[in-house]
């Protein structure tokens, strides 16, 4: 019992921060972005190849990998999101949904279906509470850590800067902020941009924690769904709480009705939610 | 009067085959007060949406400090110095109120003064002061017209569009509003006031401009027009 | 002869925001009122009231007859009460003589056989017989204003609610439709209610012309007159309020 609290609320840390891209789309472009879970798998592989070419550990990876996630979000707004963004709510879906698909097939056909992880010591490194039995797994703690400071660090840059005001205030109202000098098609460029370097973030945690599969985006894609419902969309002190809750209800699922009912426990919260607050616990 | 700020050039806009502005032409002299007055549908807003870069013309000119500004997006129009104050204030209300003074001095040339602007601000209505850290979303109508007019101020603009600010407000609240935009002009800014109380935009402003049916029918210095001209082009009988 | 139509001392609004404040007025059959007033008069709401979307909380609708204040708003349109949208939301994948029938069948009641003829009959009246066949989503604005008029008119109405539909048209567009409103009163004896900004138009196409202002009947009478009225022009371009000029 007290191994899966531990572990349901060092996993709320990483759940967040693989939500947390997916809900500033949601409540900045407006876009359900169906690819978000393939964009933290991608950015796990794109780490994994950079470690295996140059022999870096995954976090040095970052240096190349997360400058080149921003780039990409950037350029999948700019060329194709923002131009379909007039035409109704269906055709940016389904370009994102292509793009998962694109994603899955560009992972199997360089690395093949078989289950990748990246290798560090922090895996197998625990730290023992006491004598009550129970561990606190290193990689896990490390999860949580470095979860919970980038979505404080998000959270910073959203209300400090002139970048993230212009974030929050497109959100808020799209044409108020044009006539104040916000040049909105390249702030949602911008704002892709940081999503991706939150999956790629994720990805690469998630990568170090756990086996990754070219198909394990869409169970990801579910956590980011389960955390933005949970938390409200758009809001990033939200998305922390909701993994904090998705996480500890899958232990605790997972603890009390065994393990092939762990998943099971997280969607009966997103539905308890959906039919009790729809708008989640910090929708403004 | 002195040279033209702003003139407007024979401007139409279309929503879908709707015509907002059928072919409007105006002038607004530098440093002075204009008011465009006009029913409801006669086209005030999306004139000056348009000047704004909000919405694009079919066909016309905007001329600005002698620049032309024709369907430039609004975020380099903004930048030029001219300023939209739009209609219902449109606050981020989901954001502070000094956060939305922030967003104010958003353009470049703006953030270098930006602590100096906010503090004219707060000098021009000091209840932004007591509630900077309140959401804007929280406050009265009178108090986000003022965030809204301090946010316009934030840019340093030369020229301010008050696109009916009094919309919905106190007798008591418009007539402090409008004494602020009085001062605001005596600072140097140049204010268009879009208006549908026409006995009140002509007491504040120096040249009043009517509108009907998207064109502008009738302008002259607020003085010189007589009651029976205004109401003729007001009505169109 | 008895009003078609009678507002009697009507209250209304939504929630605890009331509108209407004791508004009263009466239209005989087969005139056409015209209703102005500035910004939040409340003719919209007025207009809400008498289709049935919201009830009045004091006072009473009278029409043909009948106490309507009540009653639901698909009653009140079997009993011939018609209306046009502010905004043209025609069937757009349907062609226009679809979009009448379909309003003929399914709000008046019609089976297809006699709804045919009277949706025939509703766009010869409009002009539109030329384009039955075109798609609604690619007429002009002007046709899709003519054919809001024949969907209300496919309702086989007595009494017609027009809601801006001159809105947006450019001077010679707008003669159309008053031509087109006025043979509604003369070639169909209708009696019509009519909704618009463009006072120039109402000036010269309505038999009465009322003016409200906060939710009650500032003045109703022969257009003209009511537009040369001091009360409303005080409406319109505010009172003249002594030493203002002081602040």
Known sequence: ?284 | MSEAMLTVEDLQVNYGDFIAVNGASLSVPCGEIVSVVGTNGAGKSTLFDCVAGVVKPVRGKVTFKGEDITGLPAHEIVAKGLTLVPQGSRCFIRMTVEENLFMGSYTKKARKGYRDSLKKVYELFPVLYEKRNDLSGSLSGGQRQMVAIGRALMNAPEMILFDEISLGLAPTVIKDIYARIKEINAGGVTAVLIEQDVKRSLRTSAQCDVMLKGKVVLSGKSGDLTEEQIKLAYFGV | MAAFLTFDHVDAGYGAVKILKDLSFQVEEGSILGVIGPNGCGKTTMFNALIGLIIPTEGHIKFDGRDITKLPPNKRSRMGLGRTYQVPRPFENMTVFENVLTAAVQGGGENERTGAKTARDALELTGLLPKADVRAGELTLLDRKRLEIARALGTEPTLILLDEVAAGLIDSEIKDIMALVRSLKDERGLTVIWIEHVIETMVHSTDVLMCMSDGHELLIGDPLEVMHSKQVEEVYLGAAEEGEEAV
């Open chain 1, 1 to 284: 019992m007290a191994q899966a609290l531990i572990n349901g609320i060092l996993l709320g840390g990483l759940y967040a921060i693989v939500g947390v891209g997916m809900s500033i789309i949601f409540g900045i472009v407006k876009l359900t972005n169906l690819a978000h879970g393939d964009f933290v798998i991608l950015g796990a592989y794109l780490s994994l190849a950079v470690s295996t070419a140059t022999g870096l550990h995954p976090f040095a990876s970052f240096a190349i990998v997360l400058p080149v996630m921003f780039g990409l979000g950037f350029a999948i707004q700019r060329t194709m999101v923002n131009r379909l963004l007039t035409r109704g709510d269906e055709p940016p879906l389904l370009v994102m949904f292509g793009l998962s698909i694109i994603i899955q097939n560009l992972l199997l056909q360089f690395f093949s279906a078989d289950a990748q992880h990246l290798r560090s010591t922090y895996d197998i490194g625990s730290i023992k509470i006491g004598d009550t039995g129970a561990i606190i797994p290193l990689m896990f703690l490390i999860d949580c850590i470095i979860g919970v400071a980038i979505i404080l660090a998000l959270n910073m840059f959203m209300k400090k800067t002139y970048v993230g005001n212009a974030i929050r205030a497109v959100s808020d109202d799209n044409t108020a902020a044009r006539i104040m000098g916000v040049n909105v098609p390249l702030v949602y460029g911008v704002a892709m941009g940081v999503a991706m370097v939150t999956a790629a973030l994720a990805g690469v945690l998630v990568g170090m924690t756990y086996t990754i599969y070219p198909t394990s985006g869409s169970q990801y894609l579910i956590i980011s769904f389960g955390v933005v419902v949970i938390g409200g969309m758009g809001s990033i002190k939200g998305t922390l709480v909701a993994g904090l809750i998705f996480g500890l209800a899958q232990l605790l699922g997972s603890y009390f009705l065994g393990t092939s009912l762990q998943l099971l426990a997280g969607y009966v919260i997103i539905l308890v939610m959906l039919a009790v607050k729809p708008r989640g616990l910090f929708a403004k």
